[in-house]
């Protein structure tokens, strides 16, 4: 039997303009909030595995470390198709850098001890790419990134990466962590009879303590990054506009445009 936990964020809604506190330099959460779009793809992995049959996964776990509130959130990729969901939030853990969000996340995993650990490539709010390194770090597990391809091959993981140069086919031996592309697959929606489930699953709720997490190693002590400012990005310079009814002409144009800046 096979136990998978994916691990999931959440994030401002895509539609709130991202702030951040001018004093602290932590991201302003108190908008609308959401499942982090790119966790929907390891929760569809999960779902894919439990039902391809040729591994026998029994149960599919969302965890999350967030703020008060995050139910709701949780309940989505309950939805979706996880069986059951666990939320640590504690005020203890405010102003955790990644490498203490990865060790909370690491406690969280070792006491559900599960074959394996999936999580999204990135968050929408913090985009580090780092947290799936960290936890498998953590664990030390076998952690793979970028996994665009899921096959089981026996008690393996045959699993197909996205690098710069292509693919990179990789073998590992359970348990690892994985962390998904959004190439990987197509997240189905939730039917209505599921979001209406969703709130009737089993919802831990926990503490630092309740988890038995070393309060020293998170929250702004137990983080070695130290925010020191931010700045807008540069405003966009305006853009050239063609008006060209002929499209040739307007293709010349463009050609010219790009050969004079050595782009083509
Ligand atoms: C100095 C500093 C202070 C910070 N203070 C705060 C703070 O007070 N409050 C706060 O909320 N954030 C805070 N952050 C941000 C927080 O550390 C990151 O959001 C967190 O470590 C995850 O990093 P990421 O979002 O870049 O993850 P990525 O590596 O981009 O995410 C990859 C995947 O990891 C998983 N994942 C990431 N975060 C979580 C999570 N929390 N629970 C479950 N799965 C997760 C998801 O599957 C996600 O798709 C702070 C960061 C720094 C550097």
Redesign the pocket.
């Known amino acids: 039997m096979t136990k998978i936990v994916?691990?999931?964020?959440?994030v401002p809604d895509a539609a709130v303009n991202k702030q951040l506190d001018a004093s602290?330099?932590?991201?302003v959460?108190s908008g609308e909030r959401t499942l982090?779009p790119?966790?929907t793809h390891?929760i569809e992995a999960a779902l894919q595995l439990k039902e391809g049959g040729e591994l026998s996964v029994d149960e599919v776990v969302a965890?999350?470390?967030?703020?008060a509130g995050a139910e709701k959130t949780l309940n989505k990729a309950v939805a979706l198709g996880a069986d059951r969901s666990i939320l640590l939030s504690d005020e203890g853990?405010?102003?955790?850098?990644?490498v203490?969000?990865?060790y909370a996340?690491a406690e969280l995993v070792k006491r559900e001890s599960p074959d394996l650990v999936l999580?999204?490539?990135?968050?929408d709010?913090?985009?580090?790419?780092?947290?799936?390194a960290a936890v498998a770090e953590y664990l030390g597990w076998p952690g793979l990134t970028q996994v665009v391809g899921l096959k089981v091959e026996g008690d393996k993981l045959r699993a197909e990466r996205q690098a710069e140069y292509g693919y990179d086919t990789v073998e590992v031996t359970l348990p690892a962590v994985l962390?998904v592309g959004d190439a990987i697959n197509e997240p189905r929606y939730p039917s209505l009879k599921a979001i209406m489930g969703a709130k009737k699953k089993p919802q831990e709720k926990l503490t630092l303590a309740d988890a038995g997490i070393d309060a020293s190693k998170v929250g702004?002590d137990g983080?070695q990054?130290?925010?020191q400012s931010a700045e807008e990005p540069p405003a966009k310079a305006a853009g050239a506009i063609i008006e060209e009814d002929d499209v040739a002409a307007a293709v010349e144009q463009i050609v010219a445009w790009l050969d004079e800046r050595k782009l083509v």
Do not use: M
């Not at 602290?24 to 991201?27: D, E, K, P």
């Open positions: 994916v691990l999931v964020k959440e602290t330099g932590r991201l959460r982090n790119f966790d390891a965890v999350t470390i967030a703020p853990l405010a102003g955790s850098d990644v203490a969000t990865a996340l999580l999204g490539q990135q968050s709010d913090g985009q580090s790419y780092a947290v799936g962390s702004a983080s990054a130290v925010w």
